[in-house]
Nanobody, 121 residues
């Protein structure tokens, strides 16, 4: 079993910054692509940023130039640095990871429980 625990959310004024963390633990043989998603009330969950185990990244157009995703493979942790926050960034942010649990296992998809980010105007 694998657990993903997000932290770092909170309330911030527009223009401010937050840094989210997603720590993976449990039966991890290989931690592959990890992504941050968000879901605002009444909206579908959307991809915010994603990073592969090789370090390649991609971002939603709405956050390009403001958000940066990074990973510390030694700690099995992924970060999302969010700068110049806007009220429309308000959402629950979820971590998603593609995990191989043993040498012979397939790749499994795991989700964290989410962390709330609220940006006031």
């Amino acid at each position: 079993q694998v657990q993903l625990v997000e932290s770092g959310g909170g309330l911030v004024q527009a223009g401010g910054s937050l840094r989210l963390s997603c720590a993976a633990s449990g039966s991890i043989f290989s931690l592959n692509a990890i992504g941050w998603y968000r879901q605002a009330p009444g909206k579908q969950r959307e991809l915010v940023a994603r990073i592969t185990n090789g370090g390649s990244t991609n971002y939603a157009d709405s956050v390009k130039g403001r958000f940066t995703i990074s990973r510390d493979n030694a700690k099995n942790t992924v970060y999302l640095q969010m700068n110049s926050l806007k009220p429309e960034d308000t959402a629950v942010y979820y971590c998603n990871a593609r995990v191989v649990t043993s040498l012979s296992s397939p790749t499994y998809n795991y989700w964290g429980r989410g962390t709330q980010v609220t940006v006031s105007s």
